[in-house]
Each structure stands twice: as C-alpha cells, then as structure tokens.
C-alpha cells in the first residue's frame, strides 16, 4: 500500500513537469511570431503620360528593286571584247563595266582628225586670199567677179573646217561607245553581256538596281489600309 502510494506521487509529479515544459515551449513560440516584424508596403505614385501603341496589321508582297536601269550598248556593228561586271556586283557611277573592241573606231578618229587639219589649211590658204583680193579691190586689178570668188571660197573653206570639226566628234563620241559605263551607283543584278558577239546599238547588256536599294511592295487590306497614314513606320 505505501509502495503504491509513492508511484502514483511519482507519476503526478511527471505530468506536472511535462505540463510545465509544454506551457513554456508554447509561451516561447508565440514570442517569437509576437517578435517577427511584419513586411513595410511601398507605395510609388506616377504622372499618367502618352506612349506609343504598336499595331500589328497583316500583309503580303515582294521584295522588289527601288529602281532598276537598263545599261545597254550605245556601239553598232562592234565586237564585245571584255566584260568587267558580274551579277552581285557592286558598283560606282563611271566604273566600266564592258568594252567593245575600238581599233576600226580608232581608225576612223585619226581618220577624221586628219581632214580637219586639211580643211584648217584649206580655210587658211583662202583666208589670205580673199583677204588680198579685198586689198586690190580699191585699184581696179581684180574684177568684182573675181573678188566675190574669192570670198565665196573662203568662207566655202571655213564651212568645211566646222564639217570635219563635226564629224571628228561623232567619231570621239563613237570611241566612248566602246566602253560601257555604270550610270548610277547600285549592284548589278542581270548580266547579258557575252564576250565576243557583235552587237547592235540598244542591246540591254546589264540590269542595276540603283543604289543597291530594296523595297518591300506590300499589300493590306482595304480596312487595314484605313490605319497606315504617311510617315508610318514598321
């Protein structure tokens, strides 16, 4: 009876103790989330103010050339000798891009540069002529007949120094022919060209796109279209 007494005192004691520690254990938990500090909430304010607004519209198109120029041979009846352009090419306002075989256009420039020293004599030799019949007009030696000849054959003469003058420089003109030059700055995007044929004025030998500029032709809708004014930008 008096063992028994002091286990159940024994066990008592036990549960107090637990109780204690427990009560004390939760007393610290809720410290602790007393103790936490709670999250500050910033605030930020702003001016409302106007932005750009992207709108996606649908279309459908090529890329194309801006501008497109036909270089072509301004040479008749003359041989293709070379050929310095290819298509991709990019090239400069001047560059030379084909040559024609010019030794029969060079022939016939010393040809024509030749009859315009003759003709230069000529109209010398008739000026000083008519210049002396002038002279002797006064006296009496030289019929007017004869003075009205010879001012005819001066200016006769001086007509054909301007002839030769003209047709020496058809012939330069022809010498220039027989090289091919770009018109315009771009990038060569068809080629014709084949060394060796002869060709005739006009043959398209080359196609440039001016610039080496692109442009995309597209094409919207008519409601679509409604929402693209001038200046609009992608």
């Known amino acids: 009876m008096k063992q028994n007494a002091i286990t159940l005192v024994a066990a008592i004691a036990i549960i107090i103790c637990a109780g204690g520690l427990f009560a004390t254990y939760s007393q610290a938990a809720d410290d602790s989330k007393t103790a936490a500090p709670k999250p500050a909430l910033t605030v930020t304010t702003v001016?409302?103010?106007?932005?750009?607004?992207?709108?996606?519209?649908?279309?459908?198109?090529?890329?194309?050339?801006?501008?497109?120029?036909?270089?072509?041979?301004?040479?008749?009846?003359?041989?293709?000798?070379?050929?310095?352009?290819n298509v991709g090419d990019v090239v400069r306002a001047g560059q030379v891009l084909a040559t024609f075989a010019a030794e029969s256009v060079q022939a016939d420039v010393a040809q024509a540069q030749a009859n315009v020293l003759e003709a230069q004599a000529n109209a010398q030799d008739a000026s000083g002529n008519a210049a002396r019949a002038r002279t002797l007009q006064t006296t009496g030696a030289l019929s007017e007949q004869q003075i009205t000849q010879y001012q005819t054959t001066e200016q006769v003469a001086i007509a054909r120094v301007a002839a030769a003058r003209a047709t020496l420089a058809v012939q330069q003109q022809r010498l220039r022919h027989t090289q091919v030059l770009a018109p315009d700055n771009g990038t060569i995007s068809a080629r014709s060209a084949t060394v060796g044929a002869v060709l005739g004025s006009g043959t398209e030998l080359f196609r440039m796109v001016r610039g080496g500029r692109l442009e995309w032709r597209a094409e919207v809708t008519a409601a679509e279209l409604e929402r693209i004014k001038v200046g609009t930008t992608a």
């Open 47 to 85: 001016q409302p103010q106007r932005s750009p607004w992207a709108v996606q519209l649908s279309a459908n198109g090529n890329v194309a050339a801006w501008q497109e120029a036909s270089i072509g041979s301004e040479a008749s009846g003359l041989r293709l000798l070379e050929v310095r352009a």
